[in-house]
């Protein structure tokens, strides 16, 4: 990232943890990355009908000043939905931080039970 601030890192279930329990940042940081957050509750994996939150695929998202940074993963390696939910996730992103986002996919393999899921 091109950013001079050092950018605050947070992962999904950190920033849905107690407020309290929280590391110490700002509090208009911490909204903006809620805020994130609850925008990405609308990109919904097709084949299984679950949101990218839910999923536990947002790994990490980087928020610089004038540029953020979201990493994911997908559910499968080869998803036929991957090119539509990175356009999904980075116009959502987009929408709340209203600067570049840059969408990086992890070779992490996807495991249900991240997402409390048992089939």
Same mark, same amino acid.
């Given at each position: 990232? *091109?950013?001079? =601030?050092?950018?605050?890192? @947070?992962?999904?279930? &950190?920033?849905?943890?107690?407020?309290?329990?929280?590391?110490?940042?700002?509090?208009?940081?911490?909204? *903006?990355?809620?805020a994130?957050?609850?925008?990405?509750?609308? +990109? +919904?994996?097709p084949?299984?009908?679950m949101?990218?939150?839910?999923?536990?695929?947002i790994?990490?998202?980087?928020?610089?000043?004038?540029?953020?940074?979201v990493?994911?993963?997908? *559910?499968t390696?080869?998803?036929p939905? =991957?090119?539509?939910?990175i356009? &999904? +996730? &980075?116009? &959502? @992103?987009?929408?709340v @931080?209203?600067?570049?986002v840059? +969408? *990086?996919?992890?070779?992490?393999?996807?495991?249900?039970?991240? =997402?409390?899921l048992m089939?």
């Amino acid at each position: 990232m *091109t950013d001079t =601030a050092e950018p605050t890192t @947070v992962a999904p279930e &950190q920033a849905a943890a107690d407020p309290g329990a929280a590391p110490a940042f700002d509090m208009e940081r911490r909204a *903006t990355e809620l805020a994130i957050l609850d925008a990405l509750r609308s +990109v +919904v994996d097709p084949e299984i009908g679950m949101n990218v939150v839910e999923l536990a695929l947002i790994k990490q998202i980087l928020l610089g000043q004038n540029e953020t940074e979201v990493k994911m993963i997908l *559910t499968t390696p080869f998803c036929p939905y =991957a090119g539509s939910m990175i356009q &999904q +996730v &980075q116009e &959502q @992103v987009e929408s709340v @931080v209203e600067h570049p986002v840059k +969408v *990086t996919l992890l070779a992490e393999r996807w495991d249900p039970r991240d =997402a409390g899921l048992m089939w």
